[in-house]
C-alpha cells in the first residue's frame, strides 16, 4: 500500500511539473515577438503621449510587439540616443533628424538612423502676451525669450528664427533676445508672470497646455511665414508654411506660421518584420495615437513615406511596397 501511494504522490508531481512546464511553455510563446525601447520626450508633452499611446495600441492589438516608452529632453536628445543604441526607436524633427544623417551641427559624425513615417505635422507657435509690446521677431531685440527646453527641437527652429532675424548676437545687428531654455509648462508660467516677453512652442495644434493659457492670459500668436523661404534656402524643405486655424487658441483669424514634420525613426538594427508590424499598427490606429497630440489630422500614406534625406529603413519600404504597390 505505501509503494502504491508513493507512486501515486511521484505521479502525481510529475503530472504537475509537466503542467506548470507547460504553462510556462504557453507564457513564453505569448510574449512579445519584439521589445522596442521608443525615445519619446518630456513627460506629459506630445512626444510622449505619442509613445505611450503607441505602447498601448501595439499591447491592443496583438501585434507581437512590446513598445516601452523612454522619457527624454525630445528630439537632439532622441536622435543621439538612437545614434549610440540606448533605444531601438525614437521620435524626432524633420529638420533634427536630417541634421543627424548629414553629420552637421550639433551631430558629431551621421548618425544610424532610418525613418519608419512621417507621422503628424509640429506648427511653430511664437506666443506673446495680448497687451505686450511684441508684434514680430525682430521685437524681441533685447527681451527675454524662452526658446525651448535644451536638446529639444523646438529649440533648434526658434535658434534658426532669431539667428535669421539677426537676434542671436553674432555679428553687427540689433540687440541678441536673451535666450531661456525652458519647456513648454516653464515657458507658460514664465510668460505669466512677466519673466519672459514671449516663448516659442513647436506641437499640434491644438496644443492643451495652450488652450489653458489662452483662458487664464490674453494672447497673441504671431505670424512666422516670412521666415519659411529664407529657413528652405539654408535648411531644405524640412520647412513648409501652414496656418494656425481661427477658432484654436480662441484665434478670431487665422495666423500663418512655420510648419515642420515629425518622423518616427528606428535603427537599421531593428528587424524588417518589427518594422512592418509596427507600422500596421500606426496604421490601425492613428485616431488613437494622434488624439492628444494633435487635432483634425489624419495620417496619410502620400505623405507617411515623405522622410527628405532620411531614408526608409528596409522592413518600412517592404511595407510600403506590398501595402500600396
Known amino acids: 500500500m505505501t509503494d ?15 503542467a506548470a512546464a507547460a504553462l510556462a511553455g504557453c507564457a513564453a510563446d505569448s510574449g512579445p515577438a519584439h521589445l522596442l525601447r521608443l525615445a519619446t520626450g518630456p513627460r506629459g508633452g506630445p512626444y510622449n503621449a505619442f509613445g505611450l499611446a503607441l505602447a498601448r ?29 540606448s533605444v531601438d526607436l525614437a521620435l524626432a524633427t524633420a529638420d533634427v533628424a536630417e541634421d543627424a544623417v548629414l553629420g552637421r551641427e550639433p551631430f558629431p559624425r ?7 513615417a512621417r507621422v503628424y505635422v509640429n506648427y511653430t507657435h511664437l506666443v506673446v502676451p495680448a497687451a505686450g509690446p511684441v508684434h514680430a521677431v525682430p521685437d524681441l531685440a533685447g527681451r527675454p525669450v524662452a526658446a525651448g527646453a535644451a536638446g529639444s527641437g523646438v529649440q533648434v527652429v526658434a535658434g534658426r528664427i532669431l539667428r535669421a532675424a539677426g537676434l ?12 531661456r531654455l525652458l519647456g513648454l509648462a516653464e515657458s507658460a508660467a514664465a510668460l505669466r508672470t512677466g519673466a519672459v516677453a514671449a516663448f516659442f512652442w513647436s506641437g499640434g ?7 489653458e493659457l489662452a483662458r487664464a492670459v490674453p494672447l497673441r500668436f504671431l505670424a512666422l511665414d516670412g521666415h519659411v523661404g529664407p529657413l528652405r534656402e539654408l535648411h531644405g524643405p524640412v520647412y513648409t508654411a501652414v496656418t494656425l486655424p481661427a477658432g484654436a487658441y480662441g484665434l478670431t483669424a487665422p495666423v500663418s506660421t512655420l510648419g ?6 528606428a535603427r537599421d538594427t531593428v ?20 488624439r492628444d497630440v494633435t487635432a483634425g489630422v489624419r495620417l496619410e500614406p502620400r505623405f507617411a513615406i515623405s522622410t527628405g534625406k532620411v531614408p526608409l529603413h528596409p522592413g518600412a519600404a517592404a511595407h510600403y511596397r506590398s501595402v500600396y504597390g
Open 168 to 179: 542671436t548676437g553674432t555679428g553687427a545687428g540689433p540687440t541678441p533676445a536673451d535666450v
Open 110 to 116: 551621421p548618425a544610424a538612423v532610418t525613418a519608419l
Open 260 to 265: 515642420v514634420g515629425n518622423y518616427l525613426l
Open 4 to 18: 502504491t501511494r508513493t507512486g501515486r504522490r511521484r505521479l502525481i508531481r510529475a503530472g504537475l511539473g509537466a
Open 205 to 211: 495644434v491644438p496644443t492643451p497646455a495652450l488652450t
Open 57 to 85: 495600441a501595439a499591447a491592443d492589438t496583438g501585434s507581437g510587439l512590446e513598445i516601452v516608452p523612454v522619457d527624454t529632453a525630445a528630439s537632439v536628445d532622441n536622435l543621439s540616443r538612437l545614434d549610440e543604441g
Open 271 to 290: 528587424p524588417a518584420d518589427a518594422a512592418g508590424a509596427l507600422l500596421r499598427v500606426v496604421s490601425d490606429r492613428w485616431r488613437d495615437l494622434l
